[in-house]
T-cell receptor
Framework: NAGVTQTPKFQVLKTGQSMTLQCAQDMNHEYMSWYRQDPGMGLRLIHYSVGAGITDQGEVPNGYNVSRSTTEDFPLRLLSAAPSQTSVYFC?????????FGQGTRLTVV | DQQVKQNSPSLSVQEGRISILNCDYTNSMFDYFLWYKKYPAEGPTFLISISSIKDKNEDGRFTVFLNKSAKHLSLHIVPSQPGDSAVYFCAASAFDYKLSFGAGTTVTVRA
């Protein structure tokens, strides 16, 4: 039972590089979302999706893109990495009030 | 501006005693509240929740209390165990299901 799987677990990027954080869930959940966790800030919503083909912005969407071509996958793209995007990123999927988080991706932008 | 606030960044408690974690919110539209527990290098895991139509919800050693008039909720852990040492996040949602999280409280249970 994989649940929510995020890859990679760790990543170091140079300023200006782009990359995609992968997220996959095997629970057939319609609702998926991306959060970032920063010290003293808790988890902040970046983007979310209520189903395949539907995405919307969260609290801190700037610098990130998402797409939802399938129910299972919800990748997060950093278009041009900046040091301010150094954070721990969590993907989550949800059914009703039950939310499941991935193990996180620790991203450092130098 | 954070809509969910956990004003105590850390809490140290002796094993066997009660841990009380507090959370305040500002958005009166929030109608569902959750607590998550997070160990290092892992994602948050759901602990307990409460709907705004209730003022108390209990699950084993964990009880959440909601005071809507004060926009305040608390999590009680009784008795505290070493495995409870973790970061605890309070979260709230309104009808749109988007979660707003507090900054977290790090609980350390001393033997």
């Amino acid at each position: 039972n994989a649940g929510v799987t995020q890859t990679p677990k760790f990543q170091v990027l140079k300023t200006g590089q782009s990359m995609t954080l992968q997220c996959a869930q095997d629970m057939n959940h319609e609702y998926m979302s991306w959060y970032r966790q920063d010290p003293g800030m808790g988890l902040r919503l970046i983007h979310y999706s209520v189903g395949a083909g539907i995405t919307d912005q969260g609290e801190v969407p700037n610098g990130y893109n998402v797409s939802r071509s399938t129910t299972e996958d919800f990748p997060l793209r950093l278009l041009s990495a900046a040091p301010s995007q150094t954070s721990v990123y969590f993907c989550a999927s949800r059914t009703g009030e039950s939310i499941f988080f991935g193990q996180g991706t620790r991203l450092t932008v130098v | 501006d954070q809509q969910v606030k956990q004003n105590s960044p850390s809490l140290s408690v002796q094993e066997g005693r009660i841990s009380i974690l507090n959370c305040d919110y500002t958005n009166s539209m929030f109608d569902y509240f959750l607590w998550y527990k997070k160990y290092p290098a892992e994602g948050p895991t759901f602990l307990i929740s409460i709907s705004s139509i209730k003022d108390k919800n209990e699950d084993g050693r964990f009880t959440v209390f909601l005071n809507k008039s004060a926009k305040h909720l608390s999590l009680h852990i009784v008795p505290s165990q070493p495995g409870d040492s973790a970061v605890y996040f309070c979260a709230a949602s309104a009808f749109d299901y988007k979660l707003s999280f507090g900054a977290g409280t790090t609980v350390t249970v001393r033997a």
